[in-house]
């Protein structure tokens, strides 16, 4: 994801290796500086239409998103691009600095939620921050 060249942030789709090849986790991050200006749920959704659209070859038909129970704007992210949270995770992620054990809730989109992303060209969404997004301007 980017703003005139820089790059501010990024969206990742790992694929499940080890048990069902049509699931695939996706993650995102955004510079804090560029925080609350709507990117992450803008790349979310193009990202999430490119998964499902005939031009994506990695076979996925579900994808799954962990953010932890206080996460709250990433869980409003996954919300607003028409993820379901599916329940909560307990003890499911070990913190990075601290060590202890963190609850999550299982976020998921399926074909079937496609609707949920509104008008789309190309496979791709494009709601007017998406286009502001492509343009180099920031939404
Ligand atoms: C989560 C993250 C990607 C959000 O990026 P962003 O570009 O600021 O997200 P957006 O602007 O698209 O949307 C944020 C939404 O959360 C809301 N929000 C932000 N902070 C919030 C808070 N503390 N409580 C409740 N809602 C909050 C915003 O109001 C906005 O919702 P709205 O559009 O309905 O007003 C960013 O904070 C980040 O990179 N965090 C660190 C990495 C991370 O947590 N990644 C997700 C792992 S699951």
Sequence with gaps: MSVKS??????????NLVGD?????????VSDKYWGRGL???AL???????FSDSCPLGIERLEAYPR??????IRVLERSGYTC???LRSHNRHRWDGRLRDVYLFSFIRD???????????????GRAEQMREGGVP
């Design 21 to 29: 090849p049509h699931i695939a986790e996706i993650g995102y991050w």
């Design 113 to 127: 939620d496609l609707h949920k992303l509104g008008e789309r060209r190309d496979g791709f969404e494009l709601d």
């Design 6 to 15: 820089w790059s501010v942030g990024g969206v990742s789709v790992a694929k």
């Design 86 to 88: 599916e329940g909560r």
């Design 40 to 42: 992450a749920t803008a």
């Design 45 to 51: 959704r193009a990202t999430t239409a490119y998964v």
């Design 69 to 74: 129970v206080d996460n709250e704007a990433s």
